[in-house]
């Protein structure tokens, strides 16, 4: 795998990870478009997966280290000793990993059917499109929540929403958002509830995959690209929160919504012609 794979891949799982556009989606479309065959079977691809999740949980645990402190000292101490604790963000700290538990069973029980029958690029362009008219939808609704609000329901019903996040095309932030959204949060709480449920979800994920590769070793070839891309994922997922909760005080999230279906109709053109 070359180097400019490696960077061009981190930037798009890293950018694609938070904004509401699909990352897993991307990262199956970018290789078709331009023709790349970098991954001599699927556990090595499984491997550089890791290594480019790695990258966007190091990115949200720095964005959000502010947040995230409270809430693993209070969510431990709800444990070991909860008279010492603040109950409300110790409680809501685990509500979130909670969250985590759906997409996390069916994960783990269907990998290998999602990988061999999901993910094709016309599947990807008319997810992209019918989940962007989704997010819009839901866009539309007046919210005040914020995250303090998070509550057991938001945590079974958005994190049952997060299942569909499998399904390449749908987006996990997108879908997270979207159900946040209609449940009442205002466009940065919402953005802000998706980023916090992010950590469990990869977190889980990352574990899982690099105990794996720790088992089966690296491929051969594989560490320098797995380091550069871990990099890119890092710097560009930390840039795609930043960016899109700026551009959220000002604007809805009908730009993502447009660039969904601009690139559904795209690929959908390709695949019309003999191009792929």
Sequence with gaps: MSIFHAIVLGLVQGLTEFLPISSSGHLILAPWLFGWNDFSNLETQRAFDAALHLGTLV?????????????????????????????????????????????????????????????????????????????????????????DSFSTRDALLIGAAQVLALNPGTSRSGITITAARKFGFSRDAAARVSFLMSVPVIGGAVLLKLTKLASDGIPDGLIIPMTVGIISAGISGWIAMWGMIRLLRSRSFTPFVMYRFVAGIAVLTLLSTSFR
């Design 59 to 147: 990115a949200v645990l720095f964005y959000l280290r502010a947040d995230l402190v409270p809430y693993v000292r209070e969510g431990l101490k709800v444990v070991v000793t909860p008279k010492k604790a603040n109950l409300t963000i110790g409680r809501r700290a685990w509500l979130f990993v909670l969250s985590a538990v759906p997409a996390g069973i069916a994960g783990a029980l269907a990998e290998d059917w999602i990988t061999k029958k999901l993910g094709t690029p016309a599947l990807i362009a008319i997810s992209l499109m019918v989940f962007g008219a989704v997010l819009v939808w839901a866009d539309r609704q007046t919210g005040t929540r914020d995250v």
